[in-house]
């Protein structure tokens, strides 16, 4: 106890069960290890008895180990549907016993009746193959329409009508029931030769209620059409989808009123529905029009003509629409019959087609531009489209109202006239359709080969130089010759005439020197008379100053004044007197002037 | 007139058609080297052929048939970038030649981007220049010149009244006539046109590879140069399209390496 107690004093005793609780936990995976060693294998199904609506739960535990080599071997199950659920493992304490082990979920869907052995099952762990037991399961009959239970989930396949004609436009209509939650829908629609759907708009969802029961309805339309005569069976449509279960336990009704894992939710479910017979007659012989292109269904014709008077060479246009429900796509480009009155040109036909929960729907459009050419009152030609008519199982033949084209002269009623009589000219023999040119191809053009001259045409204006000279130079050239003009034009008497204008302003310069003398005084006089009057005088006396003069048409008394002053000049100089007084100088301009005056 | 004017008159025209002359002289080596050339083009040897043409261009000899040439081997080389610029020089020399314009138009149909018209001015349409090439446009000028200074010597000896009336209308014309000229120098000196030559260009916002990517240029768009930093070139499409590119991108439809005289660069002569 002593030494008890000094090995574990007091308080130590928590703290050993804590201690020995971890270490059990750390040594948890030896007994795990060592508990492997007893493998056993279990087959589970949720139930015995199923229907071809029903999914069961299956269930395969492996016991003592928590892995296997290879996913489980299935026996027995060739006549179900298989989808994997998920695998989880576990380990559990029982009894002070550590069990692990490997769970494997399946969801399988009976494809037929009868009475099935499900397993055994074979899972390979550590190489080595360990077998489950195997159970019964008996399948029968989905429930039928009208009965009293037809489960939580549904689905039915209808169609408007069993008894069609080829080609006729039918609504195949698919509708699912359900009152639980369901997710990931995927519709598998009957494939089959001859027979083609087209889904109309989008799925329709509402409630309904059926044998009491009210269920949310997802409605889906498709427009069937079969394109060969004969007794066809529609086969089923396979639709795939999950239920989703909100708890552990199921809130569905019988069918899912079952245990469950706890750690699964969803179960995939594939529901069919079943087969329709349908019988195709063919398109009736009798009364079939000749110009009957298979259009199957009801259709109206509707034309305007706008507008309806017009001048000549103006253009009006004539607007087709045949619209209606069937085959639409078959609606005739309707050919429009050449017109003597007025041109006519066609415009591209568009078709428009919808989809309504009644159907396919479609309007064709076709449209022509009439150019008249001649003044008058015109009937358009009607045209007529035909079709067969699956409600009344006759054919019928549409014809496009009666329009009337008033035209009146215009402006380019003598273009179109003209272009008409070009078209006779030409010899064809009527009016011409003319196309416009088609462009085949694309390419540049052929390189220039012709090499006669390889230099650039008046480059040589490239020079700046020369530029300039043949630009200055005319006016150059110009102003030379104007000048050598003037100059050739200077005549002996002009330029007497210009000397004399001249002869005063020289005699005036001459006498401004300071102290000129009497002697120059003659001379400048002299030169003056010479320039003045054109003379040639080489010595000047007074007498010939004065006679000179009155030859000239100066006055006696000015003539005779300008003797006397040469007179006084010639005595000065003989008198040895050089130089002249102001006076002098005066005295000689002022007659000077007075005889420039005087001279005629 | 007398024969100091007459002796004046040929001593001009004699000047004039020798400078023609001169200029219009071609060697019979050049006229080879272009059947050469036109020989390897027609045997599919387009690199030889553009090697021949740029040659004669080189030596002078780049008439618009040259370029035209030149253009169809490029197209054919697949390069529509100097395709496009070479079009463009040759319809500078030959404006009128309906080959070109059509193989011009096929090659812009060919580009990527859309074409813009970045020459047309509506004076230019209007005094019907768009037909006539620079050089002619000269001589045209120069010639109506000589006819209106004749017509004024021929007044300064013999003033009739059909010389005076002649010579007023010389007198509205030549007025015309300088406009026309003035206009068309005008066009020339401010054509700052370039083609783009690369496959794909980047127009950036600013000079510099990091700027903002603005929009991107394909071979053969033509486009207007505005100014040069460094590497780079402002360029101009629109008013709403401009920016900047790596200048080796881009070649000049017109050097700018002197007003008319022709000078070489790059190998190509001014057009």
Same mark, same amino acid.
């Given at each position: 106890?002593?030494?008890?107690?000094?090995?574990?004093?007091?308080?130590?005793?928590?703290?050993?069960?804590?201690?020995?609780?971890?270490?059990?936990?750390?040594?948890?995976?030896?007994?795990?290890?060592?508990?492997?060693?007893?493998?056993?294998?279990?087959?589970?199904?949720?139930?015995?008895?199923?229907?071809?609506?029903?999914?069961?739960?299956?269930?395969?535990?492996?016991?003592?180990?928590? /892995?296997?080599?290879?996913?489980?071997?299935?026996?027995?199950?060739?006549?179900? *549907?298989?989808?994997?659920?998920?695998?989880?493992?576990?380990?559990?304490?029982?009894?002070?016993?550590?069990?692990?082990?490997?769970?494997?979920?399946?969801?399988?869907?009976?494809?037929?009746?009868?009475?099935?052995?499900?397993?055994?099952?074979?899972?390979?762990?550590?190489?080595?193959?360990?077998?489950?037991?195997?159970?019964?399961?008996?399948?029968?009959?989905?429930?039928?329409?009208?009965?009293?239970?037809?489960?939580?989930?549904?689905?039915?396949?209808?169609?408007?009508?069993?008894?069609?004609?080829?080609?006729?436009?039918?609504?195949?209509?698919?509708?699912?029931?359900?009152?639980?939650?369901?997710?990931?829908?995927?519709? =598998?629609?009957?494939?089959?030769?001859?027979?083609?759907?087209?889904?109309?708009?989008?799925?329709?969802?509402?409630?309904?209620?059926?044998?009491?029961?009210?269920?949310?309805?997802?409605?889906?339309?498709?427009?069937?059409?079969?394109? /060969?005569?004969?007794?066809?069976?529609?086969?089923?449509?396979?639709?795939?989808?999950?239920?989703?279960?909100?708890?552990?336990?199921?809130?569905?009704?019988?069918?899912?009123?079952?245990?469950?894992?706890?750690?699964?939710?969803?179960?995939?479910?594939?529901?069919?529905?079943?087969?329709?017979?349908?019988?195709?007659?063919?398109?009736?012989?009798? =009364?079939?029009?000749?110009?009957?292109?298979?259009?199957?269904?009801?259709?109206?014709?509707?034309?305007?003509?706008?507008?309806?008077?017009?001048?000549?060479?103006?253009?009006?246009?004539?607007?087709?629409?045949?619209?209606?429900?069937?085959?639409?796509?078959?609606?005739?480009?309707?050919?429009?019959?050449?017109?003597?009155?007025?041109?006519?040109?066609?415009?591209?036909?568009?078709?428009?087609?919808?989809?309504?929960?009644?159907?396919?729907?479609?309007?064709?459009?076709?449209?022509?531009?009439?150019?008249?050419?001649?003044?008058?009152?015109?009937?358009?030609?009607?045209?007529?489209?035909?079709?067969?008519?699956?409600?009344?199982?006759?054919?019928?033949?549409?014809?496009?109202?009666?329009?009337?084209?008033?035209?009146?002269?215009?402006?380019?009623?003598?273009?179109?006239?003209?272009?008409?009589? *070009?078209?006779?000219?030409?010899?064809?023999? =009527?009016?011409?359709?003319?196309?416009?040119?088609?462009q085949l191809g694309e390419d540049i053009l052929p390189i220039h080969t012709d090499a006669v001259d390889l230099s650039v045409p008046?480059r040589?204006?490239s020079?700046?130089?020369?530029?300039?000279?043949? *630009?200055?130079?005319?006016?150059?050239?110009?102003?030379?010759?104007?000048?050598?003009?003037?100059?050739?034009?200077?005549?002996?008497?002009?330029?007497?005439?210009?000397?004399?204008?001249?002869?005063?302003?020289?005699?005036?310069?001459?006498?401004?020197?300071?102290?000129?003398?009497?002697?120059?005084?003659?001379?400048?006089?002299?030169?003056?008379?010479?320039?003045?009057?054109?003379?040639?005088?080489?010595?000047?006396?007074?007498?010939?100053?004065?006679?000179?003069?009155?030859?000239?048409?100066?006055?006696?008394?000015?003539? /005779?004044?300008?003797?006397?002053?040469?007179?006084?000049?010639?005595?000065?100089?003989?008198?040895?007197?050089?130089?002249?007084?102001?006076?002098?100088?005066?005295?000689?301009?002022?007659?000077?002037?007075?005889?420039?005056?005087?001279?005629? | 007139?007398?024969?100091?004017?007459?002796?004046?008159?040929?001593?001009?025209?004699?000047?004039?058609?020798?400078?023609?002359?001169?200029?219009?002289?071609t060697?019979?080596s050049f006229v080879e080297q272009f059947f050469e050339a036109n020989q390897a083009y027609k045997n599919d040897q387009f690199q030889h052929a553009a090697d021949g043409y740029i040659r004669l261009i080189e030596n002078g000899h780049g008439n618009g048939q040259v370029y035209y040439n030149l253009g169809n081997t490029y197209f054919r080389l697949g390069d529509l970038g100097r395709a496009i610029l070479f079009y463009e020089r040759a319809s500078l020399l030959m404006p009128r030649d309906d080959d070109l314009s059509f193989n011009l138009s096929h090659a812009r149909n060919q580009a990527q981007d859309a074409s813009i018209d970045l020459q047309t001015?509506?004076?230019?349409?209007?005094?019907?220049?768009g037909?006539?090439n620079r050089y002619?446009?000269?001589?045209?000028?120069?010639?109506?010149?000589?006819?209106?200074?004749?017509?004024?010597?021929?007044?300064?000896?013999?003033?009739?009244?059909?010389?005076?009336?002649?010579?007023?209308?010389?007198?509205?014309?030549?007025?015309?006539?300088?406009?026309?000229?003035?206009?068309?120098?005008?066009a020339w000196a401010t054509d700052n046109r370039a083609v783009v030559l690369s496959e794909e260009v980047v127009v950036q916002?600013?000079p510099d590879s990091?700027d903002?990517l603005l929009f991107k240029l394909h071979a053969g768009t033509v486009v207007r140069l505005e100014r040069t930093e460094d590497d780079w070139t402002l360029l101009q499409l629109s008013?709403?399209k401009r920016g900047w590119a790596e200048s080796k991108h881009l070649e000049r439809i017109i050097k700018r390496n002197g007003?008319?005289t022709q000078k070489k660069v790059g190998g190509i002569a001014d057009g």
């Open positions: 106890m002593r030494i008890a107690k000094i090995l574990f004093p007091e308080g130590t005793g928590k703290m050993i069960k804590a201690i020995a609780g971890i270490l059990c936990i750390l040594l948890l995976p030896m007994f795990t290890v060592w508990a492997a060693d007893d493998v056993t294998v279990t087959l589970r199904l949720d139930r015995v008895e199923a229907t071809l609506s029903d999914t069961l739960r299956m269930e395969i535990h492996v016991s003592g180990s928590r /892995k296997s080599d290879a996913p489980p071997f299935l026996h027995g199950l060739e006549s179900f *549907l298989v989808t994997n659920g998920g695998t989880s493992s576990r380990m559990e304490f029982i009894n002070g016993k550590v069990n692990s082990g490997i769970d494997y979920t399946y969801f399988i869907q009976p494809r037929k009746t009868g009475e099935f052995k499900i397993g055994p099952v074979k899972v390979n762990v550590d190489g080595k193959i360990y077998e489950s037991g195997s159970q019964s399961l008996v399948v029968r009959t989905a429930s039928q329409p009208g009965s009293s239970d037809r489960g939580p989930v549904f689905i039915q396949a209808s169609i408007s009508s069993q008894d069609i004609f080829v080609d006729e436009q039918v609504l195949y209509t698919l509708k699912l029931y359900y009152r639980v939650n369901i997710g990931n829908l995927s519709l =598998g629609l009957p494939e089959m030769e001859y027979v083609s759907f087209h889904q109309l708009g989008r799925p329709l969802e509402y409630q309904s209620t059926d044998e009491g029961r009210t269920y949310q309805v997802l409605e889906i339309r498709h427009a069937m059409m079969v394109s /060969k005569q004969g007794d066809f069976i529609i086969t089923p449509s396979r639709l795939k989808l999950t239920v989703r279960q909100a708890g552990s336990r199921s809130r569905l009704g019988n069918s899912f009123n079952d245990s469950f894992s706890g750690f699964s939710s969803n179960r995939p479910l594939t529901l069919t529905t079943d087969p329709i017979n349908l019988h195709v007659n063919p398109l009736p012989k009798e =009364g079939r029009p000749a110009d009957f292109t298979g259009l199957v269904g009801t259709f109206q014709v509707a034309s305007t003509l706008e507008p309806s008077s017009l001048k000549a060479g103006e253009s009006a246009t004539l607007t087709i629409q045949v619209k209606g429900r069937g085959t639409v796509n078959r609606i005739p480009d309707l050919d429009l019959p050449e017109m003597d009155f007025a041109r006519t040109y066609s415009d591209q036909p568009v078709l428009e087609t919808e989809q309504s929960r009644q159907g396919i729907r479609g309007t064709k459009t076709m449209k022509w531009a009439l150019v008249p050419e001649n003044t008058g009152e015109y009937k358009v030609p009607l045209l007529s489209l035909s079709f067969f008519n699956p409600e009344t199982k006759k054919y019928h033949v549409l014809v496009t109202p009666t329009h009337y084209l008033s035209v009146l002269p215009g402006k380019s009623e003598e273009s179109v006239a003209r272009l008409n009589s *070009l078209s006779d000219k030409n010899n064809t023999g =009527g009016r011409t359709n003319n196309k416009e040119i088609q008046f040589f204006l020079m700046g130089w020369v530029l300039w000279f043949v *630009l200055v130079g005319p006016l150059f050239i110009y102003l030379m010759l104007l000048g050598a003009l003037r100059v050739q034009r200077l005549s002996p008497e002009r330029l007497a005439q210009s000397i004399s204008k001249k002869a005063f302003s020289t005699l005036k310069k001459r006498c401004q020197k300071d102290q000129i003398s009497y002697e120059d005084l003659i001379n400048a006089f002299k030169d003056y008379l010479n320039d003045r009057c054109s003379l040639s005088i080489g010595t000047l006396t007074a007498d010939d100053a004065e006679k000179i003069l009155r030859d000239q048409g100066v006055d006696a008394e000015t003539a /005779k004044n300008m003797r006397s002053l040469v007179q006084r000049f010639e005595t000065a100089v003989y008198a040895g007197n050089h130089f002249n007084d102001s006076d002098a100088v005066g005295e000689l301009l002022g007659l000077a002037r007075v005889i420039e005056k005087g001279i005629s | 007139m007398t024969r100091q004017v007459r002796h004046i008159t040929i001593g001009i025209l004699v000047f004039v058609c020798f400078l023609n002359i001169a200029h219009a002289e060697g019979t001015s509506s004076l230019n349409s209007l005094l019907g220049l037909g006539l002619e446009t000269f001589f045209a000028f120069i010639l109506l010149n000589v006819l209106f200074f004749s017509l004024l010597c021929i007044r300064l000896y013999k003033k009739t009244e059909w010389t005076y009336y002649l010579s007023i209308f010389l007198t509205i014309v030549i007025s015309v006539g300088v406009c026309a000229v003035t206009l068309k120098w005008y916002a600013g990091r903002t008013k709403d007003i008319i």
